[in-house]
């Protein structure tokens, strides 16, 4: 961490002069106090808490207990992404299409520059150098993020490659996505995320939340990348991508798409069952949100995971739902918007709902309230969060650096469905998948602000983050195909099917290998199915039951297609279709129409 008191590049890491040209514009903008240039080392990210907490930025947990861990709180009205605050700025709005938030890109300059100016007086501003993907990778891409927020600077350490590796990667080039954080006064009036996929730039204002301000994630691995991925001829996904080995040493891979908070953590680090352990099957997580993929010159679709950490959801996570998740963050993790507990030594333990411990009797909640049992409100947001380091995951994948990453075999698209939406099917081919996975919906959570429990329509789960039109993001889908020589198949999944007694349907979690092992049986070729109308399904005896406590019966209830419901399923998907109007691929209708000519 090298600290510029003057002119703030005195001090600079690189001489790359566009770099150091698009800082020092930065710092006559923003006026910080002091700049820090930082080198993302162990040492450094220490000495970033040690400061946060003399500053009230963090809290020291109890080093017992959770040793590297530390404790972060928002500001009680910036907890998730706000995507109604969310822009794609272009000079036209035809290059954002209907989905997306558009702002003239000029106009949105000249509005934010006057949010920013002056907005680090008496604050630090933290250079953040970063590297998206595993080292050496063809899609690794560098970003510089400019901050005044020791959190971001301290999550960012954590959740991407920093440091000297992004000041090489970079050289003298002028290939870098600039992006410019301030925390403003973390006021929603003044709060604007806002993307400038034209000029490689990411202006956040006003908010400290994970997915709004670590600019590496939502920003420029997806909103920023799919839109270089369409200009490039490559892909950038809403995904986890697990491995899957068989007893027998053979390996698959897996991408798997799903809104926020519908399990993709667990999915990305589930463990198999008793009897598939003892049998020899083993998954391996190469990343839990991300997914980067491109066609090879032999035709083989490819993904790698752009980040090094985990941004997961916490309530929820425990022993029986993801141990892995729970070693995971068993040490070095940032906790945020957890219940702190008090302890009779002066430390601090944390706590949250669905936990493996039970409630404390007193602890102070998110919003830094005083908390018991029985209080009307949770201790712990629904959407606070862990950001840990990739490296302490026990099944972290042998690959998830390589950067030639892993060959796909299967991509899985799931929602949050109480009704319809059978247990798993797969698409007749391809250009199906894509039709099947723009049509994905999921019932709402708190990952992002806004009213919770309605069905969304979330095409690819990537609704609030394709960087540029839906129309054109759809059509480069189906133009990948042509890049593949025996493309991935394609399926879809609901782990969260109810019956009419308000009860699940499926167990989930680990159970789900279940599932996972009839797609990859299927994807190479050697498991039945059945032709229904929404694709190719298992027949309840496909779907291995023993020791799983459910019948045939209960999977046959479980993949049950009712028509009534699919009816009204066509014509809710309608909205998608009115919405895009003119602009729906021609594909996209025939799939539509193949479907109703089926039922
Ligand atoms: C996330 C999200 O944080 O999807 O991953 O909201
Ligand atoms: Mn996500």
């Keep these: 961490m090298a600290i510029a008191l003057n002119s703030g590049l005195s001090e600079a890491a690189t001489s790359n002069p566009h770099v150091l040209a698009w800082i020092r514009e930065c ?14 080392s162990k040492e450094e990210r220490q000495a970033m808490f040690e400061q946060g907490c003399t500053q009230g930025v963090f809290i020291r947990l109890n080093q017992q207990k959770w040793p590297g861990c530390y404790y972060h709180r928002s500001n009680s ?11 794609i700025c272009t000079p036209n709005q035809d290059l ?8 003239n890109d000029k106009a949105a300059y000249a509005k934010l520059r006057e949010l920013y100016r002056g907005s680090m007086k008496g604050r630090t501003m933290y250079v953040l150098p970063f590297i ?5 990778s063809p899609l690794a891409k560098v970003g510089i993020e400019l901050t005044d927020s020791l959190y971001v600077a301290a999550s960012m350490s954590i959740m991407t ?12 080039g002028d290939e870098f996505t600039r992006c410019l954080h301030s925390l403003g006064d973390v006021n929603p009036d003044r709060r604007y995320i806002c993307h400038f996929p034209l000029d490689n730039t990411i202006w956040s204002f006003g908010s400290g939340y994970g997915g709004n301000a670590l600019l590496g994630k939502k920003c420029l691995a997806l909103r920023i990348a799919s839109f270089l991925g369409r200009q490039q001829g490559w892909m950038a996904e809403h995904m986890l991508l697990m491995g899957v080995q068989a007893p027998d040493g053979e390996k698959s891979y897996v991408a798997a798409a799903f809104p926020s908070a519908c399990g993709k953590t667990n999915f990305a680090m589930l463990i198999p069952p008793e009897k598939y352990l003892k049998q020899g099957w083993k998954i391996t997580t190469i990343g839990d949100d991300i997914a980067w993929m491109w066609a090879d010159e032999k035709g083989q679709l490819r993904a790698i995971n752009p980040e090094a950490g985990y941004f997961g959801v916490v309530p929820g996570t425990n022993m029986r739902s993801n141990p892995n998740a729970m070693k995971s963050i068993a040490k070095d993790t940032i906790f945020t918007n957890v219940a702190l507990v008090p302890l009779e030594d002066g430390t601090y333990d944390i706590w949250w709902e669905d936990s493996d411990w039970p409630a404390p009797a007193k602890a102070i909640d998110w919003q830094g309230k005083e908390w018991k049992p029985g ?3 949770k201790a712990a947001h629904p959407n606070s969060r862990f950001t840990a380091p990739m490296v302490n995951n026990p099944v972290l994948d042998p690959l998830a650096n390589d ?16 009704k319809t939406i059978p247990l798993v099917s797969q698409a007749f081919n391809w250009i199906h998948g894509v039709f099947m996975g723009a049509m994905l919906g999921s019932e709402t959570t708190a990952a992002a602000t806004g009213q919770v429990g309605v069905v969304r329509r979330d095409p690819m789960a990537m609704l609030p983050f394709i960087g540029y039109n839906i129309r054109d993001y759809l059509v480069h889908w189906f133009k990948m195909r042509k890049k593949m020589v025996d493309p991935p198949r394609i399926f879809t999944v609901n782990w969260f099917r109810k019956n009419d007694q308000g009860q699940f349907m499926w167990p989930g979690f680990g159970e789900n290998m279940r599932v996972l092992k009839w797609i990859i049986d299927r994807s190479l070729g050697r498991a039945y199915a059945m032709e229904t109308p929404l694709g190719w399904m298992p027949r309840p005896q496909d779907i291995d039951i023993e020791g799983l406590g459910m019948s045939e019966k209960d999977i046959a209830e479980a993949q049950s297609i009712n028509l009534d419901d699919l009816k009204a399923e066509i014509m809710s998907q309608e909205e998608l279709f009115l919405k895009m109007a003119g602009d729906m691929p021609k594909e996209m209708i025939f799939q539509r129409e193949l479907l109703v000519s089926r039922m």
């Design 27 to 40: 710092i006559d903008l923003c006026q910080p106090d002091k700049v820090v240039w930082c080198n993302g």
């Design 77 to 87: 009205n910036d907890v998730a992404r706000t995507e109604h605050l969310t822009f």
């Design 96 to 103: 954002v299409g209907v989905t997306n938030n558009w702002m």
């Design 132 to 136: 998206m993907g595993p080292l050496g």
């Design 161 to 172: 490659r920093m440091g000297d590796v992004a000041w090489k990667q970079l050289g003298q």
């Design 375 to 377: 209080s009307n409100s």
């Design 403 to 418: 950067p030639a990453g892993v060959p796909i075999t299967a991509i899985i698209f799931g929602g949050r469905r109480s």
